[in-house]
């Protein structure tokens, strides 16, 4: 019997981490686009809806703590990402460090994983982006048919008469039009983000100075969801959020938030798919992963307490208040005289989201190029444009894919799953450094996680238990659908990855000599 279990050599990994020329990614980021890649990922659905979302399903106002929990698992997990990265910069991400260090089967479990953060990550923004699509028609008196803007499991009571979804067409477009652009090209791309990223930075931060003027004390009290909290009904009388579950009111909500807004933290995980197109990779990918992270969870602690302090937090609860386009509703239902500023917020997060959907796709791409240049894919997926040298076959096929969801499956689901996509890879890359430790403790290490020798991993260890209790902590179904999930990702592995996969085939070849570094 073949060993599924089987290592590939670190020594091919660095082998293909300093290639160049045909059927190679071409080294065209440098730090600055590497840190707008991770800002550019983390600024966006989940400030602009999984904050929301967040505070009206567990945390209240507390949502701010839940921001704290979710980022201190992200700087554990962040760490161990940045030692990896530094190491073995080579796209795939956490896929390719599991390759080295637990096996090629544990490593398709993470890379099926990843197909629910990336490609799950961009329908879910792009879903938010045609949310906020129908806030910024509606400010001009244009109003989009419900059924084309929604999924037709969602439905709603508007003007006292219900409302089903039927296609959410805007999602769809936005990720067709992005896609088309990554195979363009990877530089194309990195400009139109960083673009972006100033364009959502200075909306935050808009937001934030303004908004803090409006804030109103008594919403921020109490700063807890109570245990006997009492539902909230939509304009029919039903219930459409309640607050009985452990993990949906006081300490056990800080949980719950942060395991829904833990989809917000994926920005840094981003910038590792990337890093075999990073001009300096040993430099320059522990400084953008770190610093896009402590960046943007300053932000959005802020952020949390001013939208929070503007509404109340059970109105985003509310179909016809504040559940869709959040941030819109705050500044037209409760800072009057700033209605401009609703229309310019709308844009811009427009544009942002489209950088979030762009890095998510771009994301997504490069594992499913690692994975085909081991077999474990077809191998289209590893196909470069001839001219673009950017894996278009993937690209296009992910449009197809991650449309698909965008048009048929709510924003909600979408984002959970992305979540517990997310959680499961950190789980095991923060396994993975221990043990890359415990393998090759000579191995050079441009940056190595503080407190995470063999004898003492606290670092690792940290960032192994904070996630796997945010799993813990997600929605009962979420967890149930993602079983399901990985359970046919079994069944792909064993019916098609582990017969074609070049390692069991005894194909991989060790370079007798590794050439330096690429730096530029």
């Known amino acids: ?169 805007p999602a769809v477009l936005v990720v067709v039009a992005l896609s088309l652009l990554l195979v363009k090209g990877t530089q194309e791309s990195a400009v139109f983000n960083s673009v972006m990223v100033v364009v959502k930075v200075a909306v935050v931060l808009l937001f934030i100075g303004v908004g803090w003027q409006f804030i109103t004390p008594a919403n921020h009290t109490p700063y807890l969801i109570p245990e006997n909290a009492a539902p909230v009904r939509n304009a029919a009388g039903a219930v459409v959020r309640e607050y009985s579950a452990w993990n949906k009111h006081g300490l056990g909500g800080i949980l719950g938030g942060a395991a829904i807004v833990f989809f917000a933290f994926i920005g840094f995980d981003a910038v590792s798919t990337a890093a075999q197109e990073a001009k300096n990779p040993k430099r320059d990918m522990p400084l953008s992963i770190l610093g896009s992270l402590a960046i943007c969870t300053v932000l959005y602690i802020l952020f949390g307490h001013v939208l929070t302090g503007v509404a109340n937090w059970r109105e985003f609860a509310d179909p016809s208040l504040g559940a869709e386009a959040s941030v819109a509703y705050a500044i037209r239902a409760h800072m009057p005289g700033y209605g401009w500023l609703a229309t310019a917020v709308t844009l811009a997060i427009l544009l942002g989201f489209s950088s979030v959907v762009l890095v998510m796709l771009m994301g997504q791409s490069r594992v499913f190029f690692s994975m085909a240049k081991d077999g474990l894919m077809p191998p289209a997926f590893a196909e470069l444009h001839p001219r673009y040298r950017t894996p278009y076959k993937s690209n296009l096929m992910l449009m197809v894919f991650v449309g698909l969801f965008a048009a048929f499956v709510p924003g909600s689901l979408a984002g959970d799953l992305t979540s517990f996509g997310t959680l499961l890879a950190f789980v095991l890359v923060s396994i993975g450094v221990w043990l890359m430790r415990r393998s090759h403790p000579e191995q050079p290490r441009p940056f190595r996680a503080p407190l995470s020798s063999p004898g003492f991993p606290l670092v690792p260890a940290l960032g192994a238990v904070l996630c796997t209790l945010l799993i813990v902590a997600l929605d009962a179904f979420t967890l149930q659908v993602a079983v399901v999930w990985m359970l046919l990702g079994f069944g792909v592995y064993f019916l098609y990855g582990r017969k074609h996969s070049k390692l069991q085939q005894g194909i991989v070849v060790v370079p007798t000599e590794l050439a330096e570094p690429a730096n530029g």
Request: a neutral charge; charged letters at 5%.
């Open 1 to 169: 019997m073949k060993n599924i279990f089987a290592t590939k050599p670190l020594a091919v990994l660095l082998g293909e981490a300093n290639a160049s020329g045909h059927g190679a990614l071409k080294r065209t980021l440098g730090a600055g686009n590497l840190i707008a890649l991770g800002v550019g990922a983390i600024i966006g659905s989940g400030l602009f809806i999984r904050t929301a979302n967040a505070v009206s399903q567990a945390s209240g106002p507390g949502v701010t703590l839940a921001f704290v929990l979710a980022a201190l698992g992200c700087v554990f997990a962040g760490l161990c990402y940045a030692e990896f990265a530094a190491m073995i910069p080579i796209a795939g991400s956490a896929y390719t460090y599991a390759y080295t260090t637990m096996g090629e089967f544990v490593a398709w479990v993470i890379g099926w994983a990843l197909i629910m953060e990336y490609a799950l990550g961009a329908a879910t923004v792009s879903i938010g982006w045609s949310e906020y699509l129908n806030k910024l028609l509606q400010a001009f008196g244009i109003q989009m048919p419900y059924a084309w803007c929604h999924s037709p499991l969602e439905s709603a009571v508007l003007g006292g008469v219900t409302q089903h979804g039927l296609i959410n067409l």
